[in-house]
């Protein structure tokens, strides 16, 4: 562990130590380090407060204070058994102990009277924590699985010293105010209704609106890369995601799948029960990606290799990529060498299914549309390619002002089962993406095990305003679902030859995508972007008539205005337009109506004096078609 881990795990089993000294009979689960701080989940039958949360700071301080030793000591797994019983944790500690490999250590670490089954690593004294805080409250279900009981997590942050601890937590305070799900709610962007269902995003006319630019500011950029725009369903046959491997690789993220109804029928005729039913969908499944396994090695483009996906049990599936569906497309009728590379684009809405306690607004949703695309191409054209599709999101990102990010390299772990595909190709593809991260001219990490299932990527992950990380956009190398669809082009040669696929996302999830963006803007979106874009305010009803007559201009224009025709007095109707994060706000007055001007207010600058309408608008215009982020002069 770095220093900074040891730190917060070592403050993990000093709050687990105050709570046992608060609440004798709680039971304990699992506490670790994390990228912002700390946890720990506990069971326990009174139900934690905030004002828990403050006793329980103070008994940390005086375990600090009384600058406790950590001691390790390894035991063989019988002991261990016994030390989790004398120590009256054996509810979930044993089960923990089950997880620990055969032949691995097992050790305990303690701090004055509490003992942990932990393998480290943590400082030498309590009083080399110097700086943490307690933070909230929250359920988390045992082992992540809803089926188990739910634990009370209690969520802390700790850092070598204070004024790190205060910086954090003033970025924490920034963060409250920049909540895409507060913001989302005052600014009427989207909507999440139980009626319609958790995770599943309602975007109202405002949300649209930001939504929409952004896919028409990408389709713009595919256009000049000669992308071709199609459109698909959101279901598709089982069998469809049995050759392509997200079913069964993929499946504990997916919605169950739907039988044909006279299946089903079938099925419950003979006494089927809805697990019974799954379990021969799986064994099927099973078996059919037993198969293409086996042939994955094969050389040849043969027709005819695989097992019929129509002689299994079939059904439908609320399709979890748009991949295999594009993958359909170019298959849909011959290919030659000269019509590649293919470049198909769609803006498709995909499901997955997260668990409850998972879902968070717009940033974790069980259904939602990424801006994805797929290429289609020679070996030769990998490299190209693949700079092509990196170039494309350095221009979202920097148009949009996101331009600190570094990249990540998602490799395959090589002891993981969760791959699939030949070897030799797994290392073109690794090699390539390594390749192209080279070329960014910023900092990138190779990281085994990040890869999809079936190729490595790379991810560009953002650091927004207040230094939070988002994992954005994404590009993958594939050279196995083209083998497991058999898709071929006919080379200079005239034999067939096995085209490489390309995945690529700018935004990923649309989604997600809005959620980063609103909180990176804090709703103060550029006038490219913002729903409403300028705002009338005339001071009396002597000028609505002017009022009238300009916002019809502006409306001509494309832009998206609106006029307060209210009797409320300036100040507050000035006050409404900027909690409503209105980026310019026109305030005409009989002066301005005989002149043909306006008084204008921007966010970025406050006010900016008065000026000709016409120069306004102009210089409007001209904001919205570059797309310029709001600059203060």
């Known amino acids: 562990m770095t220093p900074l881990e040891e730190i917060r795990h ?88 089950a997880d620990i490999p055969e032949g691995e250590a097992i050790s305990f670490y303690q701090n004055g009277e509490f003992i942990d089954l932990c393998a480290g690593t943590h400082v030498r004294y309590t009083k080399q924590v110097k700086a943490f805080k307690l933070l909230s409250i929250a359920g988390a279900y045992h082992r992540g699985d809803e089926r188990n009981k739910q634990l009370q997590r209690i969520y802390g942050t700790a850092f070598p010293t204070k004024d790190e601890l205060a910086q954090y937590l003033d970025r924490l305070e920034q963060a409250k105010l920049r909540d895409h799900r507060k913001l989302g709610r005052d600014l009427k962007l989207f909507h999440i209704d139980e009626d319609v269902g958790q995770g599943l995003i309602l975007w ?45 690789y993929y499946k504990e993220s997916q919605f169950p799948a739907i039988p044909e109804p006279d299946q089903l029928a079938r099925i419950a005729s003979e006494g089927c029960s809805c697990a019974d039913m799954t379990a021969r969908l799986e064994a099927v499944s099973a078996r059919f990606a037993a198969q293409l396994n086996e042939r994955a090695g094969a050389e040849l483009i043969a027709p005819g290799r695989v097992m019929d996906p129509a002689r299994l049990l079939d059904g439908f599936m609320l399709k979890p990529m748009n991949c295999p569906h594009h993958i359909k497309i170019f298959a849909s009728q011959p290919r030659s060498y000269r019509d590649l590379p293919v470049r198909l684009a769609e803006f498709g809405t995909v499901y997955r299914w997260e668990q409850s306690g998972e879902l968070n607004g717009m940033t ?65 593809a690794e090699a390539a993406c390594r390749a192209a991260a080279r070329t960014l001219a910023v900092p990138f990490t190779e990281e085994p095990g990040e890869a999809a299932f079936y190729g490595p990527k790379i991810d560009f992950v953002v650091k927004d305003v207040i230094g939070r990380e988002w994992q954005l956009g994404t590009v993958q190398v594939d050279y196995n679902l083209p083998l497991r669809f058999d898709l071929a082009y006919i080379g200079a040669d005239n034999q067939p030859h096995r085209p490489v696929m390309i995945h690529r996302a700018p935004f990923g999830s649309m989604e997600r995508f809005c959620g980063v963006l609103i909180e990176h803007f804090a709703g103060d979106f550029p006038l490219w972007l913002a729903p409403e874009q300028i705002r009338l305010v005339p001071i009396s009803e002597k000028v609505a008539a002017y009022g009238g007559d300009l916002l019809a201009q502006l409306r001509a224009a494309g832009l998206r205005a609106t006029l307060d025709g209210h009797s409320d007095k300036l100040g507050a109707k000035i006050r409404r337009a900027e909690l409503e994060k209105v980026p310019h706000i026109l305030v005409l007055g009989q002066k301005e109506a005989e002149a043909g001007a306006v008084s204008v207010r921007t966010r970025a600058n406050g006010d900016e004096g008065v000026q000709p309408f016409a120069q306004y608008l102009e210089q409007a215009k001209a904001e919205v078609a570059t797309r310029a982020l709001a600059v203060k002069k």
């Open 204 to 248: 109202t006319p405002a949300g649209s609106i930001l939504r929409q630019e952004l896919q028409n500011f990408i389709s713009e950029e595919l256009r000049k890369q000669g992308y071709a725009q199609v459109f698909t369903p959101h279901i598709g046959k089982l069998s469809l995601y049995k050759t392509s491997g997200h079913f069964p």
């Open 364 to 428: 974790r949703v069980r259904g939602f549309t990424q801006d994805d695309a797929h290429l289609f191409c020679t070996e030769e054209q990998v490299a190209p390619e693949i700079l092509g599709c990196l170039s494309l999101v350095k221009t979202v990102l920097s148009t949009l002002g996101m331009a600190d990010y570094r990249v990540r390299v998602g490799l395959r772990d090589p002891d993981s089962a969760k791959y699939t595909g030949d070897a030799a190709n797994w290392d073109k």
């Open 10 to 97: 070592s403050c993990s089993h000093i709050l687990a130590t105050a709570v046992l000294r608060v609440f004798p009979d709680a039971k304990l689960d699992i506490g670790p380090p994390t990228d912002t701080g700390f946890y720990y989940d506990i069971d326990l039958d009174h139900k934690l407060t905030a004002e828990d949360l403050a006793l329980l700071e103070a008994g940390m301080k005086k375990v600090i204070d009384e600058n406790q030793a950590f001691t390790r000591r390894e035991v063989s797994r019988g002991e261990a058994v016994e030390i989790i019983k004398k120590i009256g944790q054996e509810r979930y500690k044993l089960g923990r102990l």
